[in-house]
């Protein structure tokens, strides 16, 4: 459906600087074309915002200048204008409601009729499945586990007994969430299994990737707080507790009984061992060995404040100059002293 630039300011509070088109969609700068809508968010991208097709632009006021020529949809924050405008464009699935004859679903377990359940899923024991939710084929839904409304699970995700996955939650494919902890008891040369009997509870809004994984407590309740986003491949670990509106990227891993409040941003691959505080950024490959203040960014391994770590990987760079520097002055001091003892040596005859 097109719509005129002045609706879209009107959805994102931005205000309009040129004509007032009609845009019949949004695309890349490099991709877009005369009747679609771009974005530019930098000054690193006028290039190529001057050179695409795209007669109009999401950009921020200060490049309202330096891009004449253009007509502009002027916001403070480009990323969330995009965000919401992509939303009129995108065309979501349609979904067939009801329960496909070639699913399984308990006798006791209740499904909405405006639940959408396709062949193949598994539906245990007095599990609940709330107005709207879509279960993709190959899901398997545990006893006594629920599914809020609008919640989406895509294809092979399990979600394991007594699992509370609250509204609008979206879990990609292959995602496990309610799975044991490695909890172990050492006994000689065996370890023993220590049973799980807690669960796992999923607030509003949170996204899961792609074979990610949160496992249930040991006791309590392992907790992905409302609007946190967690990216493919992540590791939650039992117990641990993520406030809202947190941001983890691939590959991340927690260990148990963390606690990560509101806000936080964690880079790929980092490692958390201990609490992380409100607002703080946790960089890529870190290795969080000591808790984090609120709102502070820490980098390496082990983690320490980031303009700190800056310094140190500049000295660490500069390790081989310094190594032979420090010789060379080794080998002065040696011959400064030689040549001292010479003089005493003489003086004393």
Known sequence: MPYKLSKLAELVGGEILGKDLVVEGLNALELASEKELSFVESGRFLEAALASKAQ????????AQKLSGKNLLLVTQVRAAVAKIAWLFYESPRHPRGISPLSFVAENAEIHPEASIYPFVYVGERAKILAGAVLYPGVYVGPEAEIGEGSVIYPNAVIYPKTKIASEVIIHAG????ADGFGYAQEGERHLKIPHFGRVEVEKEVEIGANTTIDRATFGTTFIGPGTKLDNLIQVAHNVR????????????ITGSVEIEDFVMIGGQAGINKPVRRGAMVAA??????EVPAGQAVAGAPAMEIQK?????????????????LRDLRAKVAALEEALNGREKDAES
Do not use: F
């Open 56 to 63: 109009a632009l999401i950009a921020p006021p200060h490049l």
């Open 285 to 290: 490959k870190a290795g969080v060995a000591r």
């Open 242 to 253: 993520l406030g809202k509106s947190c941001v983890l990227a691939a590959q991340v891993g």
């Open 309 to 325: 770590w800056r310094r140190c990987v500049a000295a660490y760079e500069r390790l081989p100059e310094l190594i032979k520097e």
């Open 175 to 178: 995602a496990v969430v309610g």
